[in-house]
């Protein structure tokens, strides 16, 4: 083996070396957590890093408890409300910024950019008034509400660039043709963005389904909470035992959905991104 | 099928004014094509008479009615988009029906309708396609369906060619004329290809700079063009343009002299101008003859084109950068490097006054 194949090899297992560690350190977390939640309580302080037996006790556990069970219903329904609101306005926001001339459109994406840069610190209890106001504390309402302030700048910001490298002349044909602009965003524009849909869809759903701040404060009572909330409020036997058994299972119950949306729609995430940002 | 007349149309982007006052009348089943340079406003007119655009002053009518204020829907055109503009999520039947399923047509009619555009235009197999399973070609003639399936009166095309090779250029070029022929529709095209205007249309507006240079049929511009842009622009190779002097004119034609040349005298007009002024001849190429050099008529070869069919010489001009062209049928007599000498056929040698402005050919001469 001359130097030049000993190089080449070396650089080879370096690199796979690389690659393991960025996967461990990734993965690690999520996996131990897995394996804890399959762990009786008994042996929950063993540090183990293979399976050794199975045991499905902390999954049956928060399965019971009716409270987590409506956590996870309640962040169903936030989280899809949430995508749906936002996708609804994004489309339609983004057909007028990036496609209707008006004085002031650069504005009005500034102040759109703007607003998304708050962190929730800031506007918190400021939100908290105008949640108070509208009688939605307490209510997956409130949660609907703020959660969508804060996916929509980042919605509306992909949609229109995506908006804007549809060929005006589409729009035009479609004109031609007859068609409203509400026709032509739904019949003409909504079928070629479904890339960009998925993409602004899926991280809107993410972040509303992992939320946790707004989550805690928004709400008082436990048939009112999104998951993560219930997941930290999940408490054992006294107040000296945090129960981490079931805080796994539940912790890996609610990231799988996440795993699964992302993995099906990936290619989307990545040409949507992709799309938005560099051709934009 | 309908008549457009256009009124001291004029359109103003912010501060630029695009169209001047254009007149125009538009003879119903007629095929108007606007040409110009790129710039000229020839696109923005027909998005004016399309609709896509609003007037900002006059008055455009489609059979009789003023049609400023309706959108395109309701003005009877169709358009064909440079681009093709197909969805490219619809199938060929879905993209040709779209416009008639917004009019709320009948489910059968509108199959009826579409079949009939399918087979006029040899769509029939593709009827199930998407636009990124067809050629070029066929893509160019779905656009056309698509515009005519709803049975416009009047049919626009913004360079519906440009995006294809030459060869197929040329083939959808005669397609477009023979559906004219059959369909009989008012049509007007936008190119700024002078050989598509010329072999399509029965009337070209030449434009430029949002004005109406001249308007006639494709004889009227190329043997007597109103003026030395229009002269320039249509015909090719281009005519070739050498500056002249008035020796006399009189109503029955006038004496000019050009260097190189010498006195010609031609049958034009020149009765209002002054002795001496200066002129620009014009002279297409083939209306050029090359002899053996004689004396001060001696042009310098510097390039010969052989085509097959004929065969451009290029030639050093006496005035100015833009080499002078002679053509003729295929003839090896000539080289580069050689002394020749020009004669023009007068009878076919244009005139231009200091403004551009072709002069007529003398009243007493057209008679006889």
């Known amino acids: 083996m001359n130097q030049y194949q000993l190089i080449k090899l070396a650089k080879r297992v370096g690199l796979y070396a690389l690659i393991a560690v960025v996967l461990v350190y990734a993965v690690f977390p999520f996996y131990y957590a897995v394996i804890t939640s399959l762990k009786p309580s008994g042996e929950l302080f063993r540090v183990d890093f293979w399976l050794s037996s199975l045991d499905f006790g902390n999954y049956a556990q928060i399965f019971t408890q009716k409270s987590f069970v409506r956590a996870i219903l309640n962040s169903i329904v936030v989280s899809l409300s949430v995508v749906a609101i936002a996708l609804l306005l994004g489309i339609t926001a983004s057909y007028a910024l990036g496609r209707v001339r008006f004085r002031g459109r650069t504005t009005v994406m500034l102040t759109i950019l703007g607003v998304s840069m708050f962190p929730q610190v800031a506007v918190l209890s400021g939100l908290f008034e105008v949640i108070r106001a509208l009688n939605l504390y307490n209510n997956p309402g409130g949660l609907i509400l703020s959660y969508t302030i804060f996916t929509l700048p980042f919605t509306v910001w992909v949609l229109t660039t995506f908006m804007r490298q549809l060929p005006m002349e589409l729009e035009e044909a479609a004109i031609m043709d007859g068609a409203t602009p509400w026709v032509t965003i739904t019949k003409v524009f909504l079928p070629l963005m479904w890339p960009a849909m998925a993409t602004t869809g899926l991280l809107a759903f993410i972040a509303a389904w992992n939320e946790f701040l707004f989550a805690l404060t928004f709400t008082l009572t436990d048939d009112q909470r999104t998951v993560p909330v219930a997941i930290a409020l999940i408490s054992g036997g006294s107040q000296h035992e945090l129960p981490w058994g079931p805080i796994m299972a539940a912790s890996v119950t609610v990231t799988v959905p996440l795993v699964v949306l992302v993995m099906i729609f990936q290619r989307r995430i990545v040409s949507g991104l992709t799309a938005g940002a560099v051709k934009g | ?368």
């Open chain 2, 1 to 368: 099928m309908a008549s457009v007349t256009l009124e001291k149309i004029n359109k103003v982007f912010g501060s630029t004014h695009i169209i001047k006052d254009v007149d125009l009348q538009i003879g119903d089943g007629e095929f108007v094509v606007f040409v110009g340079p790129s710039g000229c406003g020839k696109s923005t007119l027909l998005r004016l008479i399309a609709g896509l655009e609003s007037i900002t002053d006059g008055e455009l009518s489609i059979a009789g009615g003023v049609v400023n204020d309706l959108p395109p829907r309701e003005r009877g055109v169709g358009m064909v988009f440079q681009s093709y503009a197909l969805y490219p999520h619809m199938t060929v039947y879905e993209n040709m029906a779209f416009g008639l399923k917004l009019a709320k047509t009948a489910k059968d009619t509108i199959e009826q309708r579409v079949m009939a555009t399918a087979r006029i235009l040899q769509l029939e197999e593709l009827l199930h396609r998407k636009p990124k399973e067809l050629s070029g070609g066929q893509r160019q003639r779905v656009a056309m369906g698509r515009a005519m399936a709803r049975e416009p009166r009047i049919l626009l095309f913004d360079e519906p060619l440009s995006n294809l090779d030459a060869s197929l250029r040329v083939q959808m070029r005669n397609e477009i004329a023979r559906l004219h022929h059959r369909l009989g529709s008012t049509m007007v095209y936008v190119t700024h290809d002078q050989v598509e205007a010329m072999t399509l249309a029965d009337k070209i507006v030449v434009l430029r700079d949002g004005r109406i240079e001249q308007v006639g049929s494709p004889q009227t511009l190329y043997q007597q063009p109103a003026t030395r842009f229009v002269a320039g622009f249509i015909g090719s190779p281009t005519m070739n343009f050498m500056p002249a002097q008035l020796v006399r004119g009189d109503a029955n034609g006038c004496r000019v002299t050009a260097p190189g040349l010498g006195e010609l005298t031609l049958p034009q007009d020149a009765g209002g101008l002054p002795h001496g002024s200066g002129l620009t001849l014009g002279v297409r190429p083939e209306h050029l003859r090359l002899a053996e050099a004689d004396g001060e008529n001696s042009f310098e070869i510097v390039n010969v084109e052989y085509l097959g069919n004929e065969v451009y010489v290029y030639l050093e001009p006496k005035a100015g950068e833009t080499l002078l062209i002679h053509r003729s049928e295929a003839s090896d007599r000539w080289q580069t490097g050689q002394r020749v000498a020009l004669i023009p056929d007068l009878a076919h040698v244009h005139l231009f006054d200091d403004a551009d402005h072709a002069l007529e050919i003398a009243a007493a001469r057209r008679v006889a």
